[in-house]
């Protein structure tokens, strides 16, 4: 999941103060502040349309495990909701080269291939409720406007 950053917040993040300096702060402030509110509204959007007890387990006691600021509240709630258990590689070398693996979050086993489906429809799920909010808060400012 770590490809899935935007290309901004990627180039930036690495270089902060040699390269970039004062503007690759701002940069990463600029993307954690654009980021926030999907974050917010995903990872609630999981617990609703998936296992809500899970996702919401994993969201308060994991979510931090995983580096990055709303990458592992969505990644939690998510693996959550789906009950699979999370976790790759570390893509960075460490110094004396050998490969860490990043603490796996989520309850239940390893995910697989059949997991895709599960995630891409918990996606789906979550997409139409927040269409369906939408439209009734639509309904609701003409009915009430």
């Not at 930036?12 to 103060?17: I, Q, W």
């Not at 974050?39 to 495990?65: H, I, K, M, S």
Request: charged share 20%; proline share 4%.
């Amino acid at each position: 999941m770590e490809h899935a950053r935007p290309l901004l917040a990627e180039a930036l993040g690495k270089h902060n103060d040699e390269e970039y300096g004062d503007f690759g702060n701002l940069a990463r402030q600029t993307f954690a502040i654009i980021d926030w509110l999907p974050v917010w509204l995903t990872a609630p959007g999981f617990a609703v349309v998936g296992d809500f007890e899970d996702a919401a387990y994993c969201w308060r006691n994991q979510a931090d495990r995983w580096p990055g600021d709303g990458l592992g509240i969505v990644l939690a709630s998510g693996s959550g909701a789906r009950g699979v258990r999370l976790g790759i590689p570390e893509c960075r070398q460490r110094a004396a080269g050998s490969r860490v693996d990043r603490v796996g979050i989520g309850p239940g086993d390893e995910a697989d291939v059949d997991f895709m489906e599960s995630a891409v429809g918990l996606v789906w799920r979550a997409l139409v409720l927040w269409c369906l909010l939408l439209l009734l808060l639509g309904l609701a400012s003409l009915v009430g406007g």
